[in-house]
């Protein structure tokens, strides 16, 4: 019999000329080239596990050959393995199709034992391994490790933890890792973004742990997720399983992933000092890369080499626009200042729902108001902390963005809307004392009569009041206005001797105190 392994391996050295190799192995070209052309073929190079024997290199390399020499018909593994990695097929299916196959040819099957076993030695030597467990592109399953990275302030001397969040995929155990400040869900969801970039895809299913972030609640009759994560699944087209409390077999790789990260990432990186959690994430994302590139024990290769051979391409594609994170608020009760928080500053909805419950979907740039499913308001999101809240004058009462306007342009700006008599009555207020201030009162008790009788009504009073006053008060305007004289058809105006003094007071009137206005 052929030494088909030490073929394979004088082969591998890339400085051997073929005249080397047949002298080497006492074999022909042609016998030497037909090896390796078969190798090449069935996907099988240098090294090979110990326990792939000649025998195992002769039905793997030469199939129809060696079925001529047994009594058993030889599956086809590559067949085989290409199927498992289509949605609820497995080995047990495989199995029963192969056999109705040879009982039709006439052949004998191998029994289901065996044949597991022959394609086990198949995955082991073409390194197809992870999909005999796991179906490619399936499951991503998530948690936080345990253990934490100490951050140090440089100024205060101060130590905060920050966190470590792991994702692995089942079928490579390809991992993503990266470290956070805290365990809140705006991490939470930008480290399942993250991790879907890194992935360069996204699997069908999403298995997390009962953290309160994700999962609201998980009994054995039902599921509640937290509205922001599954908003979040809905966007990448994946479905979310949380495992099943007290069941961490659920997401064993995700627990020995962690486990795993815990070992080769922050174990590594005991020794180090971090000032900020930024140095911390460059230290974590350059170990990751090493872990990923590590050989693994038990089986050829390594996990990046494992998701790019045997699970990248079965991944579901990226959606074409970046998700943008966004965080949705339990229920919020509005005040009587209507007003809500996101947690940092605060923000204005309109004052008619004082007393009712709203939702706030915070994105890094938006604050939106939800009532009853509908979006009342948004406003943009503040990064810094605000001394005053935010608020949209439209949100205001009456009275509200009349205290806004409490100044002189906006008194004069209100006036000119209602008309020239009206504004001559409040360019009277502004002008008759020391300062403007002092007759911010009388426009706003102006403006209330606007209110209560109407622009056009509170426009007549004016003009009747100045055809025979210079010092139009509130009192007497107030009376105009509910007595009707208003509406009453007025003559012509009588001769009036100018008065000297106009409309215009000294500060000596206002020293006695003036009249009533």
Known sequence: MLDYR??????????????????????????????????????????????????????????????KTVLYAVPDYAYIHGELAKKGVNLTILWEEYSAKCQTEGSVPYMYSYFCEKYGRWANVTKATMRIQHKPGDTMEVDWAGAALDIHNPVTGEVSKAYLFVAVLPCSCFTYAEVCDDMKLENWISCH??????????????????LKTGVTKNTRYETVLNRTYQELAEYYGTAIVPARVHHPQD??????????????????LRSRKFFSVEEAQDAVA??????????????????????????????????????????????????????????????????????????????????????????????????????DPVVKSEHMPLEHRMYLNYNEKGFTDWANTVGSNAASVVKHFLTGGREPEQGYKYCASLAKLSDRYGPDRLE????????????????????????????AQQGPEPHKEPVQHGITRGADYFRKGGNSK
């Open 6 to 67: 030490n073929i394979l391996r004088v082969a591998s050295d890339p400085h051997k000329s073929m005249r080397t190799m047949e002298l080497e192995l006492r074999s022909s070209h042609h016998t030497i080239r037909k090896v390796l052309d078969a190798a090449e073929k069935a996907g099988i190079s240098w090294p090979l596990p110990e326990n792939v024997t000649n025998e195992t290199l002769i039905e793997l390399l030469f199939p129809e050959e060696y079925q």
């Open 193 to 210: 973004i993250h991790t879907y970039n890194y992935f360069g895809g996204v699997t069908r299913l999403l298995v997390p742990d009962n």
């Open 251 to 268: 997401k064993s790789h995700a627990e020995g992933g962690v486990n795993f990260a815990s070992t080769w990432i922050l174990a590594a």
């Open 286 to 387: 350059e170990k990751l890369e090493e872990l990923n590139d590590r050989d693994f024990k038990k089986r050829p290769g390594s996990r990046r080499e494992a998701y790019l051979e045997e699970e990248k391409e079965f991944m579901q594609p990226l959606p074409s626009e970046p998700y943008e994170s966004a965080i949705w608020s339990p229920d919020l009760k509005v005040g009587n200042d209507y007003l809500v928080s996101d947690g940092m500053n605060k923000y204005s909805v309109p004052y008619d729902l004082i007393g009712e419950k709203v939702n706030l979907r915070l994105t890094p740039n938006t604050v939106e108001v939800f009532f009853r499913g509908n979006r009342v308001t948004i406003h943009p999101r503040s990064k810094v902390y605000l001394r």
């Open 460 to 487: 007549n009073a004016c003009k009747r009041l100045l055809s025979f006053s210079n010092t139009p008060s509130i009192r007497t305007l107030n009376t105009i206005l509910k007595n009707g004289q208003d509406r």
